[in-house]
């Protein structure tokens, strides 16, 4: 970010080349030497925050005089802008905090009793119904996918309200004029030189303090130890969208500062090519250039087909370093802004301190006789072989660690494998904890990378006789909870699953099956779509558990699997089950007194939905409707995951099933809300 604070010709050259100790003062003495101001004159001087000195009274001329006056005014109204920022920031996530914990105190000391929480809300809670039902309505869907992605309204809003306050703050408080200073010409030069000195320097200031003001937000968007998810409870990943459009902003800023002092020196000062060379050896000048570079790299490599061509890790790790050397080569640049830079620096290593300790937390106690202090999980696999679309690693292991939340997730790393690098995935089964140890299992689909590589050492391990094993490091868990989301016992619950998505989905399935409560009306569904019929052994011990099991808490539970790319008959889940397994299962259903659920599993062809033919995935608008017109009493939640193309149509579907005005008339077949793994897949 060239020249932050350049505003006269730059008569000496900076010639110091030593220590890196001396580099910022060496910076600012060099700056005072050529400024317009004589610091050599016995004045008074007054102290601006982030910016040199101001002598007073100004002995500089009226031109002079009249341009310095706009260039500090400008710069400690874009230092009380940047301050309002900050505090308009603090007053939303103060408030959205005060806000959860009121409606959360509420709801404690007014629960919803059985008998009562089938009837339409009433009061505060019938307002706040209706007003999220409208703002879904028209918020939900997915906006301007051509610039933005699979993005909602509601980010984008939150983002043009931000480009719009920083497109404010940059203009306002500004005197635009003109004013012609003489310049002392050197030996050789005609005399009648005059710099014209424009409104341009003191803004392109200002859009280079507001770039630093913006960095510390953009670190604190993307740390996923988030402060931000302890205040608003929502989960990191939520928040990476405003942290990458917030670093477009930064390199739209960081160009706008660079283009504005080149044309300020190059075509405005004189003369020239004196003062541009002089101008270019000039140490802050050169961080500055270094800056931009980086911020150039750091942009570059967040580009969707580079990030698929050098591969995830790479694009992480590199964003990494080239960030906090950013924040370095910004504080070279202009020191007395640092109060921005030295905060971000701050954020990226408390994360990193964070995500460590959480590591260690979890692999602190050790199983059985093992010692030490650091013990990774030992990993059953199963392995699911397909070479047309990637094979399926199923991972099962036991750990001693306090259990997570329904819909959070962990980060994996394989020990057999990088230690580098680490996989965010979600856990399938319901956490249960017997004796001291957690129960995980996991599914992922081999594409590339680390995952291929495992894939390939457990099909290696099973041609050598060995047992399919690895060990497991996890870091976690993160992301949102999605029971302690719901709003009401009655809530209906959809869940809608594309291939391993199903982990974010069958999760509630299992929890809400083993919760024990009175009857309801209550109806829970869950849709998977998967390639082939043969996909559901997958998770066979999960099925085989829900269709044997007395479930007390769901009255109404389904389970529809869509093959997409197999034909025939429907198939039904004990027709795929063992004799054995169908024996075992009427004795249970004899031996419980509850609601038994058997053959709560349906395969179909694909042919029997409809497709979105551009999308080329089923069209899930008739099975949410059909879901909702079948509902007795009650808001609904649809918890998803799937490819992309099926989660905006989902997004689009929900929306229209909205409405705040049924909702406040009692109509709660359209209160519909959407809980979605939105991670980002590259």
Same mark, same amino acid.
Request: with cysteine; proline share 5%.
């Given at each position: 970010?060239?020249?932050?604070?350049?505003?006269?010709?730059?008569?000496?050259?900076?010639?110091?080349?030593?220590?890196?100790?001396?580099?910022?003062?060496?910076?600012?003495?060099?700056?005072?030497?050529?400024?317009?101001?004589?610091?050599?004159?016995?004045?008074?001087?007054?102290?601006?925050?982030?910016?040199?000195?101001?002598?007073?009274?100004?002995?500089? *001329?009226?031109?002079?005089?009249?341009?310095?006056?706009?260039?500090?005014?400008?710069?400690?109204?874009?230092?009380?802008?940047?301050?309002?920022?900050?505090?308009?920031?603090?007053?939303?996530?103060?408030?959205?905090?005060?806000?959860?914990?009121?409606?959360?105190?509420?709801?404690?000391?007014?629960?919803?009793?059985?008998?009562?929480?089938?009837?339409?809300?009433? !009061?505060?809670?019938?307002?706040?119904?209706?007003?999220?039902?409208?703002?879904?309505?028209?918020?939900?869907?997915?906006?301007?996918?051509?610039?933005?992605?699979?993005?909602?309204?509601?980010?984008?809003?939150?983002?043009?309200?931000?480009?719009?306050?920083?497109?404010?703050?940059?203009?306002? !408080?500004?005197?635009?004029?003109?004013?012609?200073?003489?310049?002392?010409?050197?030996?050789?030069?005609?005399?009648?030189?005059?710099?014209?000195?424009?409104?341009?320097?003191?803004?392109?200031?200002?859009? !280079?303090?507001?770039?630093?003001?913006?960095?510390?937000?953009? +670190?604190?968007?993307?740390?996923?130890?988030?402060?931000?998810?302890?205040?608003?409870?929502?989960?990191?990943?939520?928040?990476?969208?405003?942290?990458?459009?917030?670093?477009?902003?930064?390199?739209?800023?960081?160009?706008?500062?660079?283009?504005?002092?080149?044309? +300020?020196?190059?075509?405005?000062?004189?003369?020239?090519?004196?003062?541009?060379?002089?101008?270019?050896?000039?140490?802050?000048?050169?961080?500055?250039?270094?800056?931009?570079?980086?911020?150039?790299?750091?942009?570059?490599?967040?580009?969707?087909?580079?990030?698929?061509?050098? *591969?995830?890790?790479?694009?992480?790790?590199?964003?990494? +370093?080239?960030?906090?050397?950013?924040?370095?080569?910004?504080?070279?640049?202009?020191?007395?802004?640092?109060?921005?830079?030295?905060?971000?620096?701050?954020?990226?290593?408390?994360?990193?301190?964070?995500?460590?300790?959480?590591?260690?937390?979890?692999?602190?106690?050790?199983?059985?006789?093992?010692?030490?202090?650091?013990?990774?999980?030992?990993?059953?696999?199963?392995?699911?072989?397909?070479?047309?679309?990637?094979?399926?690693?199923?991972?099962?292991?036991?750990?001693?660690?306090?259990?997570?939340?329904?819909?959070?997730?962990?980060?994996?790393?394989?020990?057999?494998?990088?230690?580098?690098?680490?996989?965010?995935?979600?856990?399938?089964?319901?956490?249960?904890?017997?004796?001291?140890?957690?129960?995980?299992?996991?599914?992922?689909?081999?594409?590339?990378?680390?995952?291929?590589?495992?894939?390939?050492?457990?099909?290696?391990?099973?041609?050598?006789?060995?047992?399919?094993?690895?060990?497991?490091?996890?870091?976690?868990?993160?992301?949102?909870?999605?029971?302690?989301?719901?709003?009401?016992?009655?809530?209906?619950?959809?869940?809608?699953?594309?291939?391993? *998505?199903?982990?974010?989905?069958?999760?509630?399935?299992?929890?809400?099956?083993?919760?024990?409560?009175?009857?309801?009306?209550?109806?829970?569904?869950?849709?998977?779509?998967?390639?082939?019929?043969?996909?559901?052994?997958?998770?066979?011990?999960?099925?085989?558990?829900?269709?044997?099991?007395?479930?007390? !808490? +769901?009255?109404?539970?389904?389970?529809?699997?869509?093959?997409?790319?197999?034909?025939?008959?429907?198939?039904?889940?004990?027709?795929?089950?063992?004799?054995?397994?169908?024996?075992?299962?009427?004795?249970?259903?004899?031996?419980?007194?509850?609601?038994?659920?058997?053959?709560?599993?349906?395969?179909?062809?694909?042919?029997?939905?409809?497709?979105?033919?551009?999308?080329?995935?089923?069209?899930?608008?008739?099975?949410?409707?059909?879901?909702?017109?079948?509902?007795?009493?009650?808001?609904?939640?649809?918890?998803?995951?799937?490819?992309?193309?099926?989660?905006?149509?989902?997004?689009?579907?929900?929306?229209?099933?909205?409405?705040?005005?049924?909702?406040?008339?009692?109509?709660?077949?359209?209160?519909?809300?959407?809980?979605?793994?939105?991670?980002?897949?590259?």
């Amino acid at each position: 970010m060239t020249s932050l604070l350049l505003i006269t010709a730059p008569w000496q050259r900076a010639t110091s080349h030593h220590s890196m100790a001396s580099l910022f003062s060496r910076a600012v003495s060099s700056l005072k030497g050529r400024h317009i101001q004589d610091h050599t004159l016995d004045v008074n001087v007054t102290k601006h925050w982030g910016y040199a000195d101001r002598q007073v009274p100004c002995l500089n *001329g009226p031109g002079n005089c009249a341009y310095l006056d706009l260039v500090y005014s400008s710069h400690d109204t874009g230092m009380i802008f940047t301050g309002v920022l900050w505090l308009t920031f603090l007053a939303i996530f103060i408030g959205w905090g005060l806000f959860r914990l009121f409606t959360r105190s509420s709801s404690s000391k007014h629960p919803s009793s059985s008998s009562s929480s089938s009837s339409p809300p009433t !009061g505060l809670n019938k307002f706040l119904r209706a007003a999220a039902a409208t703002s879904r309505h028209h918020l939900l869907p997915d906006c301007i996918r051509v610039i933005f992605g699979r993005t909602t309204r509601l980010q984008v809003l939150i983002l043009a309200l931000l480009a719009g306050y920083l497109s404010i703050f940059s203009f306002a !408080g500004l005197t635009y004029g003109k004013w012609l200073t003489p310049i002392k010409p050197r030996p050789g030069e005609p005399e009648g030189l005059y710099d014209t000195r424009t409104t341009l320097g003191p803004w392109s200031n200002r859009v !280079g303090v507001l770039a630093y003001a913006l960095t510390p937000l953009s +670190v604190l968007l993307a740390s996923r130890e988030s402060l931000l998810t302890v205040v608003t409870g929502l989960p990191y990943q939520k928040f990476m969208f405003l942290h990458r459009w917030v670093g477009y902003i930064i390199v739209v800023q960081a160009l706008l500062h660079t283009v504005g002092w080149i044309v +300020v020196v190059v075509g405005l000062y004189g003369p020239q090519p004196r003062r541009s060379l002089e101008w270019v050896h000039e140490l802050y000048l050169i961080w500055g250039i270094v800056a931009v570079l980086l911020l150039l790299f750091l942009y570059s490599f967040t580009l969707p087909f580079v990030i698929r061509r050098t *591969g995830y890790e790479f694009f992480r790790k590199a964003h990494y +370093v080239l960030a906090m050397v950013y924040c370095g080569a910004c504080i070279a640049h202009w020191e007395r802004l640092h109060c921005f830079l030295t905060p971000a620096i701050a954020l990226w290593f408390l994360d990193r301190f964070l995500r460590a300790g959480r590591t260690y937390l979890i692999h602190r106690k050790a199983i059985g006789k093992d010692t030490g202090f650091f013990h990774p999980a030992q990993a059953s696999a199963i392995l699911f072989p397909n070479s047309v679309d990637g094979d399926i690693v199923r991972l099962d292991f036991e750990h001693p660690h306090r259990a997570w939340d329904i819909g959070q997730h962990f980060y994996l790393c394989f020990t057999e494998g990088s230690i580098w690098q680490s996989h965010p995935l979600t856990p399938l089964n319901a956490p249960v904890t017997v004796d001291g140890l957690t129960r995980h299992s996991y599914l992922f689909r081999a594409k590339s990378g680390e995952t291929l590589k495992m894939a390939e050492l457990l099909k290696d391990k099973s041609q050598k006789g060995e047992s399919l094993s690895t060990g497991v490091i996890l870091t976690g868990p993160y992301g949102e909870s999605l029971l302690q989301s719901h709003r009401c016992p009655d809530e209906n619950i959809l869940c809608i699953a594309g291939g391993t *998505g199903i982990t974010y989905a069958l999760p509630t399935i299992l929890a809400l099956a083993r919760r024990a409560g009175v009857k309801s009306d209550r109806r829970v569904e869950l849709i998977w779509f998967v390639r082939h019929a043969s996909d559901v052994e997958w998770i066979r011990p999960e099925i085989d558990a829900l269709e044997t099991e007395e479930v007390e !808490g +769901v009255v109404d539970l389904a389970i529809r699997v869509y093959a997409t790319r197999d034909g025939g008959d429907t198939l039904e889940s004990g027709a795929a089950s063992s004799s054995d397994e169908q024996d075992k299962g009427e004795s249970k259903e004899k031996s419980t007194a509850g609601i038994s659920r058997r053959h709560i599993l349906t395969v179909e062809p694909a042919s029997s939905i409809k497709t979105v033919e551009s999308a080329r995935h089923p069209d899930v608008r008739p099975l949410v409707e059909d879901f909702l017109d079948k509902t007795i009493a009650g808001p609904t939640t649809v918890i998803a995951s799937g490819p992309g193309a099926m989660m905006s149509e989902l997004r689009k579907v929900i929306a229209d099933n909205n409405s705040g005005a049924r909702v406040w008339k009692g109509q709660q077949r359209y209160d519909v809300a959407l809980r979605c793994d939105d991670r980002l897949e590259y």
